[in-house]
Nanobody, 127 residues
């Protein structure tokens, strides 16, 4: 059974850091590009970051550039999202998603491009 599971969410104060993990089971991530998305209450799901399967190309939503870093460890079948300098507006449920396609800067944030999704992990940034 193909599964993605996120972990690492929680409550953090503004300016703090969290590291989200995305674990795959039932398939190997080697040939999959991975996207991180988030959805705040009452808002649409939005792309946060992307990492390709092949050459390590990464993309970021403008508001997280310089604060978030995506990385992958294919040997462990894991993808990570390091989040620093967190702000209250980063509060959301965070999802990882997998695609066999190689996406461009134009398409990486489109949810329909991804075939597998995790259940999400809550990130709350509040004092």
């Amino acid at each position: 059974q193909v599964q993605l599971v996120e972990s690492g969410g929680g409550l953090v104060q503004p300016g703090g850091s969290l590291r989200l993990s995305c674990a795959a089971s039932g398939f190997t991530l080697d040939y999959n590009a991975i996207g991180w998305f988030r959805q705040a209450p009452g808002k649409e799901r939005e792309g946060v970051s992307y990492i390709s399967s092949s050459d390590g190309t990464t993309y970021y939503k403008d508001s997280v550039k310089g604060r978030f870093t995506i990385s992958r460890d294919n040997a462990k079948n894991m993808v990570y999202l390091n989040m620093n300098s967190l702000k209250p507006e980063d509060t959301a449920v965070y999802y990882c998603a997998a695609t066999r396609s190689s996406l461009s800067w134009v398409t990486w944030h489109m949810t329909l491009r991804y075939r597998s999704w995790g259940p999400g992990t809550q990130v709350t940034v509040s004092s």
